[in-house]
């Protein structure tokens, strides 16, 4: 691969992993979930655990790197969700 499919590459992996973190510092410091999706969020984890299964399985760093980040994120939102259900501070 050329150095800028590479580059390409590694900032979707960088924007698609960090995105989860607005999310998760917001849920932390309102404690509202409301708006989260238990399935959704749930289904997302299952398929980001697969990918990271695949990444390892092929051996490539950035795919192992990417969704190990990714899933501690989304897991993250999951316990959050389970943690202060839809009700907001109360």
């Known amino acids: 691969m050329t150095l800028s499919t590479e580059l390409i590459g590694g900032m979707a992996a960088c924007i698609t992993t960090l995105c989860w973190v607005p999310q998760a510092v917001h849920i932390l410091r309102t404690r509202e979930t409301a708006g989260v999706s238990l399935p959704a ?50």
Not at 42 to 70: C, E, K, Q, R
């Open 41 to 90: 969020y749930a289904a997302f984890a299952a398929g980001i655990a697969l990918w990271l299964v695949y990444g390892l399985l092929i051996g490539s760093v950035p795919v192992i790197a990417a969704n190990a980040v990714t899933l501690v994120l989304v897991s993250a939102i999951v316990v959050l969700k389970l943690r202060y259900g839809g009700h907001g501070k109360g």
